[in-house]
């Protein structure tokens, strides 16, 4: 034993010299919030997984090892995924709409992988066999021709029937939304009288399956400050039973942070309900990476005067810390909460270095993956439903660009805002270099991995002598704790 740490510490002194650790390459700096709501979601939607793994795309931790995109996002403060619920999304010979071919079936997978991570689910009904937003809020397939008692009948069913599914799975099912975007609409019904018939036999549904469970209504243009304010009004007049009041805020269309704090703050107080943000997304980059126009690029919503940050990982994160707080800023701890939308839904294979043939033939065989596993916002097969949208524009992600990985499946470091804007202190295990949970030999290597630019490193547990920097040091200070030579490190009692 002592042969090998004599030869350990003979080749510390070989690599000794010191490497500043300040911050780390692409690292993010985030302000801490104190959060007034201490179940404050931070949460993501993440409904494309299963469509993007079946097309071959795969997902690595900051140390690039591959691994679940649950185990990931769960690691990195994440405590809640939303999936969004279609009732029907295939055509008559079972080919799919695309933008995940998100049926009670794929919800079941992703709610399944949450539940082993300890992740708790948002289930989004969009009482829809595709895409329902403001524009459009067609019923399913199946409800075509049913009287307003009868598809409200069948919202009930296909609810309660789609929960006791997902309970199943064992996973905890924290909010049951009811409707996606409904401005306008839901479910093919279009008055307010109407449509309060289809949210209350939706909420029905939910109550009598768990009280626990909080319901959550999910509108959008919180810019339009008058009629948010009249939406919650709307809710109250017509009894609709429901917890949370929900609205959409992507920067570049809905307006300033603070009127975001505004039209939450009064369905908070008037009508003593939570409110959250059930969607928002920054790009990290103006450049495309599958082929399919983004939302957000070069020329195209880019610029204004509600777009703080830059158009980078830095201010990626900053956006998702600005919006949170806006919610936190709601009065009476009324804020519960934000979730981002698709954070992973990169592209199926990456174009971004590719011309001319080479792109094309690439293109190509991105094109036949959206078309097979509907991993592209639509296929072509949703023409069948929807016509003159997603039947003319379909194709790849719009947010590729927006996703907390790269165009290879890496964690970008904006992911780490999640557990960066928590003023909780963080519990490090000093010398635990590896985040093992043990302090042993493989954390020796690791920090000469990292002294040696080949690898990278959690800072917090590695600086074992606290002086704000990693050298050398600090791996012969674990060795000399492993062979018993110290009991403690310097900056306080660990155990291994």
Known sequence: MKKLIALMLSIVLCLSFTLSFNAAENEVEIEKIEFNNQDFIKGMDISSLISLENSGVRFYDFDKNEADLLKILSQNGVNCVRVRIWNNPFDAEGNGYGG???????????????????????????????????????????????????????????????????????????????????????????????????????????????????????????????????????????????????????????????????????????????????????????????????????????????LLWDFSVQGQAEEVRAVMNAVNNVENSKGLGVFYWEGAWISVGDLSALSGEEYMNKLGDNKLLWEKYGSGWASSYSAEYDPDDAGKWYGGSAVDNQAFFNSGGEALPSLRVFSLVDEKDEEVLIGDVNGDKKVNIPDVTLIQKFLAQLSKIYEKSADVDGDNAVTILDATHIQRYIAKIETELPIGKISS
């Open 100 to 306: 995940g071919n998100n049926d009670i079936n794929t919800a079941l997978k992703i709610a399944k992988r949450a539940a082993e991570y300890n992740l708790s689910v948002l289930l989004d009904f969009h009482y829809s066999d595709f895409w329902a937003d403001p524009s459009k809020q067609k019923a399913p397939k199946a409800w075509e021709g049913l009287t307003l008692s009868e598809k409200a009948e069948a919202v009930k069913s296909f609810t309660e029937s789609s929960l006791e599914k997902v309970r199943e799975t064992g996973v905890n099912i924290a909010m049951v939304q009811i409707g996606n975007e409904t401005n306008g609409g839901i479910a093919g019904v279009y008055t307010w009288a109407e449509m309060a018939e289809i949210f209350k036999a939706g909420s029905s549904a939910v109550r009598s399956f768990d009280k626990n469970i909080k319901i959550a209504v999910h509108f959008t243009n919180p810019e339009k400050t008058d009629y948010i304010k009249s939406l919650a009004d709307f809710l109250d007049e017509y009894k609709v039973d429901y917890d949370v009041f929900a609205l959409s805020y992507y920067p570049y269309w809905h307006g300033s942070l603070s009127n975001l704090t505004e039209v939450l703050n009064y369905t908070a107080a008037t009508y003593d309900k939570y409110v959250m943000v059930a969607e928002t997304s920054y790009a990290n980059t103006l450049t495309d990476s599958d082929g399919h126009p983004n939302t957000v690029s070069s020329g195209s919503n880019d610029s204004g005067e509600n």
